[in-house]
């Protein structure tokens, strides 16, 4: 299939804001599509070529991509340069400098989607000696063969911004209704498997029934189920009838899969940091017994046997040398707390029950590997939550997690089955879009951020401005991953890719019509670069707003 039928696709999409719309141009292109393209172009209308739970990237900067079209066209990079400012992003430059581009090479073989996408992937492998080379010559081909509207999605694609306003939520609607699939079954067969292209290959040869078949599969990545804020134990825990409240430790959630010989751990974010704590790994092995299964816990770091706080334990997680000498220096410790998988799924088990198997089958042999700390609760104990909570805030921990006897696990969701009670006030996550650069003495620095939240269609609202809880050294290093993820800069103005989440504090929620959120954040602080969440676990504009009635 050409790319240039994706390429329609797109433009389509980007030309609808409505969500229904954006829905039925794509479950008709994926019911157009051959069966081997059709797990290719799930992940490319999201705008990736690797899922993204992969440790793969491309790895290729805006000015890279910028050099590769200077050469197709024939222009100085100055030009390509001067032409992204005008329009606002690569992928609208590439294509305005594509209409000077003389015809005669225009189309002189169609790409298709296939190509299209084993050589972006080609990107992910090359390293080493000459790579930059190597990555100029295989953008090259591409952009030598494309269209100008062609070239705007692959400039796009690369640099990792396609800008058609499609998440995953329309992608699974689409292939239900592309394949006349009841949309609960959809979401049930990627919430197990995490896997676009699948869902949609099996929903289109299998239908109903064989989406039904997917389960988990020890080694594939799970999305965490989240927590929602307990506004007050008591009531959380009536409500629920019977909880299990347990100390919520201030470090990274972990899930461990067991396949085989094979022991994989992933952060929330799915990132495989398997290597970086081999100690935790021989830990888990001789606890559990030799099946296979996904558990979850969150590992945290330690001095003298007390917590550290959650940023020693992101250096140690996220380095790649000298591990050994870490061992030493940043000792850790799992406090395991759900079973996914026991040799079958137990994930429809309720956590009651899912704890019970983990305290069966796990055999604790040193004070590194625990399970958390727990309490069952009722109307009748309601005294134990509160020790417990206590108890965990002495003991230098975040707070309790209140979680209903009764229910299932659920991946992704973040809903009132699992509840968190905090000491400290409550926090938001945001993304910055945006930012100022400062004055004076703070001119190199931006110092003040735009930040947004997250609506129901998966689009960006902005919410704030925020300029305080920063020290010199994190306005440096935002400033410099501000400049990396840069799309646009006008004056002091700088406008970025979503990328940087941050954890903000604030004294109140006010209704503000200069923010799209309608509502605005008083004395809004930095508190944390949260580098362990992504865009999707920012918080809600509902949730703001329902924060706000309260
Ligand atoms: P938050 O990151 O504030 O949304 O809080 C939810 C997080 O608390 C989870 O994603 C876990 O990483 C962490 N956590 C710490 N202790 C526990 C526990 N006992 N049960 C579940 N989650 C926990």
Redesign the pocket.
Known sequence: MKYQELVNVYEALSNTTKRLKKTDILANFFKKVDDETLPIVTLLALGKVFPFYSEQEMGIGDKLVMKAISKVIGVNENEVENQIRDQGDIGAAAEKLYSKKSQTTFFSQPLSIKFVFSNLKKLATISGNNSTNKKISIILELLSSASGTEAKYITRTITEELRIGVGEGIIRDAISDAFDINKSVTERAYMLTNDLGLVAEVGKNQGENGLKKLSLTPGKPVK?M??QLSPNIDESILEMGEALC????????MQVHKNGDNITIFT?RLENITKAIPEIVNEIREAFPDENYIAEG?VIATRNGKPLSFQNILHRVRRKYNIEEAIESVPLKV?L??LLYYKKPTLDEPIKIRREILEKIVNTKSDNLNL?EKAMVNEDNLKDAKRLFEKSIAEGH?GI?I?DAKEPYIPGIRGKK?L?F?AEPETLDVVVVGGTYGIGKRGNFIGSYMVALRNDDEELETVAHVATGLTDETLAKLTKMMEKYKINEKGTKIIVKPKIILEIAYSEIVKSPEYDAGYSLRFPVVKRIRDDKGLEDIDTVERLKSMYKE
Do not use: C, Q, V, W
């Open positions: 965490p989240l927590a347990e100390t919520k430790y201030d470090g990274i959630r929330r969150e406090y707390y759900d958390s975040e997690m979680k699992m968190k905090k």
